[in-house]
C-alpha cells in the first residue's frame, strides 16, 4: 500500500467525494495509473475554487482507492477527465499550517508549497496517518 497526497480546488474536491472519484492533474490518466486499488489518498486544496485567490491551504478529504482502473468521464464539451473510484471517509477539513513541523514533506522546508505543484507525489505512512488522525478528530466534512 502506497500513500498520496493529491492536489485540487476544495470546490473539485468535494464533486469528487459527493460523487465517490478522484482526479487529479487537470484530468491527465498518466498519474491515476500510478496509484493502486487500497492505496489512501488525501487531498490538499490550496484555494477554495480553481484558480482562485480565496486560499484555503487545507487537507479537504481522505480515503482509500477502489478496486478497478482509471477510467474517463463525459464532463461535456470535450473534456473527458481520467478519474479513479475512491470510498472516502468522514473527515474534517484541516488547515495544514499548524502540521508544517509535523509532516515529513514540509518538515524544515521554508518552500514546502513547491511540492504540491506536482498534483500528486507519494508520502510517508507516517505523514498519512498524522493526517488521518488529525482529520478524524476534528468534525466531519460538510459537503456542499
Same mark, same amino acid.
Given at each position: 500500500m502506497k500513500h498520496w497526497i493529491a492536489v485540487a480546488s476544495a470546490k473539485h474536491v468535494r464533486i469528487g467525494r459527493a460523487h465517490g472519484f478522484m482526479q487529479v492533474c487537470h484530468g491527465k490518466g498518466g498519474p491515476l495509473r500510478r496509484i493502486s486499488p487500497g492505496d489512501r489518498v488525501a487531498y490538499y486544496s490550496p484555494t477554495e475554487t480553481f484558480g482562485g485567490k480565496? $486560499? /484555503?491551504?487545507? !487537507?479537504?478529504?481522505?480515503?482509500?482507492?477502489?478496486?478497478?482502473?482509471?477510467?474517463?468521464?463525459?464532463?461535456?464539451?470535450?473534456?473527458?477527465?481520467?478519474?479513479r473510484d475512491v470510498a472516502w471517509s468522514?473527515?474534517?477539513e484541516v488547515p495544514i499550517r499548524p502540521l508544517l513541523e509535523s509532516l515529513a514533506f514540509t518538515r524544515d522546508n521554508p518552500n514546502w508549497g513547491y511540492?504540491? $505543484? /506536482?498534483?500528486? !507525489?507519494e508520502i510517508s505512512s507516517e505523514?498519512?496517518?498524522l493526517i488521518r488522525h488529525v482529520a478524524s478528530s476534528s468534525r466531519p466534512l460538510l459537503l456542499v
Open positions: 480565496d $486560499r /484555503l491551504q487545507a !487537507f479537504t478529504a481522505i480515503g482509500v482507492v477502489k478496486p478497478g482502473v482509471p477510467y474517463q468521464a463525459d464532463m461535456g464539451g470535450g473534456f473527458h477527465p481520467f478519474r468522514d473527515a474534517a511540492k504540491l $505543484r /506536482l498534483g500528486l !507525489f505523514d498519512m496517518e
